[in-house]
């Protein structure tokens, strides 16, 4: 499907997280905006959903993340500066940030929770079916993941992303169980959060992009507290499931998990060695190191 003709127009980025896998720099960093190469973690959540045809993010933040809304923000000095420096192709690139998208942001005052932030995203985003991206999972692939979802999507399901972990890895995902509606789609029946290897109903994990429709709020808003004291985005889908409303599809592409120091480090060098500028310098520093 085109990205213009595909049903989903708004995407939430929840953002409000602590980081206390990159501690110490995400104490005043958030983790989203650390650079991939010299493009932030969130340029590639933004970039993703754009290119699948979404119009609209709400960001979701909390107090210290004012960088995140601020980097697709105008910035008169800046784009002045460069005016008069004739510096034309970096003015370019300062404006096509702000024109990516229109981008709303609203405080989750605490951080209870990946669920709990998505309820709180409720104002922005009506009564229509929405994507979410979690910015710290990035993902490369040809066609944007969260399209590859929302192509999968039908009315009145959630749709899940679904990627394939060593059983041994299992307690660092949710984790789905259900019938192969085909060898990428996935009718899922229940869902379980973090299990130890030997409990986990399969080794398809759930991974930070997803498409939920309205009435997910209503479910979030009855969701008790669950796992760490958090109310567990997990825990509403695993409701829907039950209703068997949830399609779990295995999207191509690769996966990175930015949130932590060592996936970090991969993508890094993964998207430094796609960049033709970099990549033969880039050898050589390696080849220096090993
Ligand atoms: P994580 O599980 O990665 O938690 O959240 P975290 O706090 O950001 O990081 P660690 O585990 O302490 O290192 C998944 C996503 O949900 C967002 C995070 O920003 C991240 O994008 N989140 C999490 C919120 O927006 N609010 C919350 O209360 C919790």
């Known amino acids: 499907m085109s990205p213009a003709a595909r049903p989903v127009k708004t995407a ?37 959903a754009v290119a699948a045809g979404v119009e609209r993010v709400v960001m979701v933040v909390s107090r210290g993340k004012e960088a995140l809304a601020d980097y697709f923000d105008r910035n008169p000095l800046l784009e002045q500066h460069l ?13 096509s940030l702000s024109d990516m998208c229109d ?36 993902v490369d692939a040809e066609r944007p ?5 929302i192509d999968a999507w039908e009315p009145g399901r959630a749709v899940v992303a679904l990627m394939e972990v060593p059983r041994a890895e299992t307690r660092k995902y949710g984790v789905c ?6 060898p990428d789609r996935m009718s899922v ?19 930070g992009r997803y498409v939920l429709p309205p009435d997910i709020f209503e479910i979030l808003r009855r969701t008790p507290r669950g796992r760490g004291g958090e109310i567990q985005l997990t825990d509403a ?45 880039l050898a050589e520093i390696i080849a220096r190191h090993s």
């Not at 993941?145 to 979802?149: N, R, T």
């Not at 029946?189 to 991974?207: G, L, Q, R, T, W």
Request: charged share 20%; with cysteine.
């Open 83 to 95: 005016e008069e420096k004739g510096k034309e192709e970096q003015l370019a690139l300062v404006r």
């Open 12 to 48: 939430v980025l929840p953002v409000a997280g602590l980081g206390t896998r990159f501690l110490p720099v995400t104490k005043s960093v958030p983790k989203e905006m650390l650079p991939l190469v010299d493009r932030p973690c969130i340029e590639y959540a933004v970039a993703e």
């Open 237 to 281: 889908l695993a409701a829907l499931a039950v209703q068997g409303r949830v399609t779990g599809k295995v999207f191509e592409g690769q996966r990175f998990d930015t949130g932590n120091v060592l996936g970090w480090l991969d993508a890094t060098l993964h998207f430094a060695r796609k960049r033709p500028d970099l990549a033969g310098p």
């Open 145 to 149: 993941a969260i399209g590859q979802l």
């Open 189 to 207: 029946s229940a869902m379980v959060e973090k299990p130890d290897p030997a409990d986990a109903p399969s080794n398809h994990a759930i991974v």
């Open 103 to 138: 981008v709303v942001t609203i405080r989750q005052g605490e951080a209870l929770g990946l669920g709990h932030a998505v309820l709180t995203a409720r104002p922005g985003v009506g009564d229509q079916p929405f994507a979410v991206l979690l910015a710290d999972d990035v």
């Open 177 to 182: 169980a259900g019938e192969w509606l085909s």
